[in-house]
């Protein structure tokens, strides 16, 4: 089995979190599962809307490649999880997205789930998202730290001192803010992988805190499986993610290009 993990983030940009996020998918797989890690050339900053819109052909272009070297499965690790509709429409593979996986586990832990978010923002933006999806029933709360330059955090894998001062922030933002939340959720892969390097899986009241990189690994490769049992048959082409019928395929490859849509397969 083969999995295309793909970071929204510039890797040489977030200081000691590619290192420990590799070390997080190794000790996540399965003996049988090769993952592919990679990153892009931008990504910092994509809880602004403009570099969101510039992430999501990243993504497809990976996409593209990943469907070429003949992955199995597509993971998105943004909590975001841009690009992650359009990614379905084109993959001939499960594709899972890190914030919508996350919130889908955190609901077979508990009852309610809390956000920790790195600013105000991120918050509005993500909670925005929440209400489009309809993922948002059981949010019992978001707690936002003060990290404007997201890369920032980078340090904390590297400095204990950086790394001490970022979990006490949280932890005074979780008490402040999640006291209802049954379930905390780190809202981006930085922060799951600090909760990690830091051995932090439990808050105080006794809410766990979700490892969502770990839950996205296993995921995927739960889809691969279940997509084998049923014949090959995993994302829906009706309705949502049709692909276009034949009668347009010809032009749109004209127009687009022959690889707009890989393998032109139903």
Avoid at 26 to 49: C, D, F, L, P, Q
Avoid at 81 to 109: C, N, Q
Avoid at 180 to 196: H, I, N, S, T, Y
Wanted: aromatic share 6%; charged share 20%; with cysteine.
């Amino acid at each position: 089995m083969r999995i295309w993990y793909q970071s929204l983030g510039r890797l040489d940009a977030w200081g000691g979190y590619p290192a420990h996020l590799g070390a997080m998918i190794e000790r996540a797989r399965s003996a049988a599962t090769e993952i592919v890690v990679n990153g892009t050339k931008r990504g910092i900053a994509e809880y602004h809307a403009a570099l969101a819109h510039e992430a999501k052909g990243d993504v497809l272009h990976t996409l593209r490649r990943a469907v070429a070297e003949g992955a199995d499965a597509f993971v998105i690790g943004n909590f975001f999880d841009i690009g992650l509709e359009e990614a379905r429409e084109i993959a001939p593979f499960p594709v899972l997205g890190l914030g919508e996986t996350s919130i889908s586990l955190s609901h077979f832990m508990g009852q309610s789930y809390g956000l920790i978010c790195p600013n105000a923002k991120y918050a509005a933006r993500l909670e925005k998202r929440l209400r489009a999806d309809r993922l948002d029933a059981r949010l019992a709360g978001v707690a936002v730290l003060d990290m404007p330059r997201l890369t920032a955090m980078g340090d904390a894998f590297d400095d204990a001192d950086a790394r001490a001062r970022l979990l006490h922030a949280i932890e005074q933002a979780v008490e402040r803010d999640l006291g209802a939340a049954e379930v905390v959720v780190p809202a981006g892969g930085v922060v799951m992988a600090l909760m990690d390097k830091a051995g932090v899986t439990r808050f105080g009241n006794g809410a766990p805190v979700l490892n969502g990189i770990a839950g996205l690994v296993a995921m995927a490769e739960a889809s691969v499986g279940l997509a084998r049992l049923q014949g090959g048959t995993f994302t829906s082409r009706h309705l949502s993610h049709a692909r276009p019928d034949p009668q347009q395929r010809t032009r749109i490859a004209e127009l687009y290009g022959p690889d707009i849509f890989p393998h032109w397969t139903p």
